[in-house]
């Protein structure tokens, strides 16, 4: 069971990850098709795995747990399923000619507007686990953790510690 937890953080910790690379990818109005099927396709080859692991780890949780650990695998498959239908109802925009973008050469000069700045966006509000000092948890906590926010180099010092301390 230990291991089916371990492989489910992992999962879940990946989940978060391209999550959030979906985001930032979609909030640029020049998004490339192939770098949106791409994210589209391992958001949900990560989330079909996410599930076969909850599946399997279901035959292992005590009916005390059940309810809990059904409301956390259904927030994390929804996030993925609302995710992919926005990514979808882009790429299907780009394919139909919706977007200027889609037409427009790699090679063109972009113009100011559409140059990434180097001003931090505002993140989203991340469902982080708390750690709640229990050395069982602390495993699960800091993979998601690391994967999400320690290791985003993207992210400012204080924007990791604001995560940290919520």
């Known amino acids: 069971m230990d291991r089916l937890k371990t492989k489910r953080s992992a999962r879940r910790a990946q989940n ?5 690379e979906a985001m930032s990818l979609l909030s640029y109005p020049t998004a490339d098709k192939l770098k949106l099927t791409g994210i589209y396709d391992r958001l949900s080859a990560n989330n079909n795995e996410l599930s076969k692991i909850n ?3 279901e035959e ?3 009916d005390k ?6 409301v956390a695998a259904a927030e994390y498959n929804d996030k993925a399923i609302s995710m992919l239908a926005e990514i979808r109802c882009k790429i299907d925009g780009l394919r139909h000619g919706d977007s200027t973008a889609a037409a427009a050469p790699q090679n063109a000069n972009p113009s100011p507007s559409d140059v990434p700045t180097a001003i931090d966006p505002r993140l989203p509000n991340l469902s982080m686990p708390t750690f709640r000092d229990d050395i ?3 495993s699960a906590f800091w993979e998601q ?9 993207a992210l ?3 924007t990791k510690f604001f995560y940290l301390r919520h």
């Open 145 to 153: 953790f690391e994967q999400t926010v320690h290791l985003n180099n």
């Open 136 to 138: 069982h948890e602390w």
């Open 65 to 70: 747990e059940l309810k809990a650990e059904y």
């Open 60 to 62: 292992h949780i005590t």
């Open 156 to 158: 400012s010092t204080t």
């Open 55 to 57: 599946h399997a780890l």
């Open 16 to 20: 978060t990850k391209i999550l959030q």
